[in-house]
């Protein structure tokens, strides 16, 4: 891990892309901008780990708890 000091209105070069900006800092509160491409996500850790779990917790739903068929057990469509 990387560990940097930077004051506000000071900045940090991540790849080509990332710019991040120390905007504030108040007590123990640090305010960042980012400026990065549109198309690259960015989230906070606690939103990260929130959605990684619930992925995982939909990956391991157990297969009966899922509805059952598909277009292989449909009725056939009637002919007018």
Do not use: C, F, H
């Amino acid at each position: 891990m990387l560990i940097l000091t930077r004051r506000p209105g000071e900045r940090v070069v991540i790849g080509e892309d990332v710019l991040v900006t120390v905007m504030e800092v108040s007590g123990q509160t640090v305010r960042l901008g980012i400026a990065a491409p549109e198309g690259l996500p960015i989230y906070r850790e606690e939103i990260w780990l929130a959605v990684k779990e619930e992925n995982r917790a939909a990956a391991a739903a157990a297969a009966d708890a899922l509805p059952a068929g598909g277009a292989a057990d449909a009725p056939p469509a009637e002919s007018a």
